[in-house]
């Protein structure tokens, strides 16, 4: 029989929750036992025996000499977005006596398996305390990867289904829903979401929440995917406004709901009375925008300070050996965060 490789691919975290402790607890119970009640390390040790957990290495050698140092890994810099989930970040950082490292790799975009493994294998090289990960094309591998990471690592401004990867975002899903409720209930029937061709998980929760929200109200959900770069979404616009146009178009992005709104001008199609547009971020660029942008706003900083703030407690309880603090930082940590936003409705939208 072929051994269950699952078994040997168990992570601190699923342990953690099978014995009902905390991360620290269980990391005590591996290398400082006699600090750990024994009935409490005889369970752990037996949950570790069971699922096949293997403590790391490198990470316990590296114990003792923190680097003081996180990583921050993005696929790139061009979206808006990105500057100030790092100014966030670098603020909280500073704060905290941490250092930023950037690290910028495209090869994230692109689903290659092995490009992927070794810049992982990089960055944990790299001896950084703990990892910020904004990259919103979540795959099963770097899912993986970043559950049997030997140092903590929290998805920035991105969901995960998986409850051991700890997360900071937007409910996403809620606030399509609520936006395309409200329109509805302002009197529109016929509402399109403008996504994405390429496949993002924030994307999927926006299209998802609007889906909802239409099919209660007996409409139908009619959803335009479109290429993120202005080069070659406008073409596509045009076509698309010159057969037809919507009562109101909700857009994934800022830039993305920009174009629109000038193709449409082009068009001689008259924003707000013809057509609403709402963006999704509320970037610069819904300011800079004629009509200026009603938005969701995603509240980026903030995003960003939060999530080096998470970062900072999980890194302490991976490194603690306070053993009387336990049950106070089991209840103070929420691994799972959703950060609240607002609307800011301008000139693309009526009735404001």
Known sequence: MKPDRRASQATIMEVAIAAGVSLATVSRATNHPDKVKPETREKILRIIK??????????????????????VVVPELTRSSIAGLVDGIADCANRRGYFVRLFVNNKLKDGDVESLKDFWST????????VLYINDEMTEESIELIKNSSIPVVLTNIVCS????PYVSIDYYKAAYEMTKEMIKRGNKKIWMINTIRKYVVNDLKVA???????????????????????LNEPIYKELLENDKPEVAIVVRDSMAVSFINVARLLHIHIPDEIEVIGFQNTKYAELSRPKLSCIETPIYD???EAMDLLT????????????????VEEEIDANIYVDYNVVWRESTKNN
Request: glycine content about 8%; charged content about 35%.
């Open 50 to 71: 069971e699922k096949g957990y293997k403590p790391n290495l490198n990470a316990k050698s590296l114990a003792s000499s923190k680097s003081t140092t996180v990583a």
């Open 123 to 130: 960055l944990m090289a790299s001896v950084v305390d703990g």
């Open 303 to 305: 995003l960003g300070e």
């Open 313 to 328: 407690k999980l890194m302490d309880i991976y490194d603690s050996d306070d053993d009387d603090n336990e049950e106070e």
């Open 162 to 165: 998986d409850p051991e990867i």
């Open 209 to 231: 929440g609007y889906s909802k929200a239409m099919t209660e109200a007996g409409l139908e959900p009619i959803v335009k995917n479109v290429p993120g770069k202005t080069e």
